[in-house]
């Protein structure tokens, strides 16, 4: 049932049949994902299971404890799986969906249908995120220099760490998107840094520690200054944004 890279515990394995069994009879299959499957799991954290389905009326996500744990079910079938790859997850650059699809340890056994859903999700992580245009290109650079002119006089050590907390996800978000990768969130951020550019991920978590701890921001402002020239470097003057004629009432 687990392939020799992946985290097996039969206690797990054997909860996630019985949410299959007992919750979601009509289902075809349960992908068991998430921490628990990388073998990053801490005390806390829950089992991400997709669970497949023939068909469904809409896809639907449920939050539940079981057995002890707490339970992150997303309720599935092939076409609101496509629909969440290529119209939601691709647009953001984060393929959350697609990646526990792909990771996931088909319980209780492999399927047809299960086999098909990992085809789709290793096509749209293939096809990468859609590429920025220079539009996202200027509105990034245009939000990261922002917080920047903010993070050059803070108005005390409460706002200091505001704005980095605020800055962290962006800048980071922009390193992989401005790069054609595929971007992460949250928790998620570090590991898939590391794997992009190891040595500019040991910078840019030693800058934030710095800029949190000590409330010195000097490296943080360099790594995101080194972020921004490429693309022409800070940008204010001249940005505009037109908003859709629609937009009225």
């Given at each position: ?111 047809a ?89 040991d910078?840019f978590?030693?800058?934030f ?21 490429p ?19």
């Open positions: 049932m687990c392939s020799s890279m992946q985290f097996c515990d039969p206690n797990i394995l054997a909860t996630a049949a019985n949410v299959l069994n007992q919750r979601f009879p009509d289902a075809d299959t349960v992908l068991l994902s998430g921490s628990v499957v990388r073998g990053e799991a801490t005390e806390t954290s829950d089992l991400d299971l997709v669970v497949l389905f023939e068909h469904l009326p809409q896809a639907a996500r449920q939050s539940f404890n079981f057995d002890g744990w707490p339970v992150e079910a997303f309720l599935h079938d092939l076409s609101t799986l496509e629909y969440f790859f290529w119209d939601e997850d691709r647009p953001t650059g984060v393929p959350s969906l697609a990646n526990m699809v792909l990771e996931g340890i088909e319980i209780p056994t492999e399927t249908l299960g086999q098909k859903a990992k085809l789709r999700a290793q096509r749209v992580l293939d096809a990468g995120p859609i590429p920025l245009s220079d539009e996202d290109i200027d509105t990034a650079r245009y939000a990261i220099s922002d917080l920047l002119s903010d993070l050059r006089a803070p108005r005390g050590e409460s706002e200091r760490r505001a704005i980095l907390t605020a800055l962290y996800p962006v800048l980071a978000d922009f390193l992989f998107r401005s790069a054609g990768k595929w971007s992460a969130k949250g928790k998620t951020i570090p590991g898939h840094l590391r794997a992009l550019d190891p040595a500019r991920s910078r978590e030693a800058a520690e710095l800029g949190f701890a000590q409330g010195d921001a000097r490296q943080v402002l360099e790594l995101s200054n080194e972020a921004l020239a693309f022409g470097g800070d940008l204010f003057d001249g940005y505009e944004r037109s908003a859709p004629h629609e937009w009225r009432k």
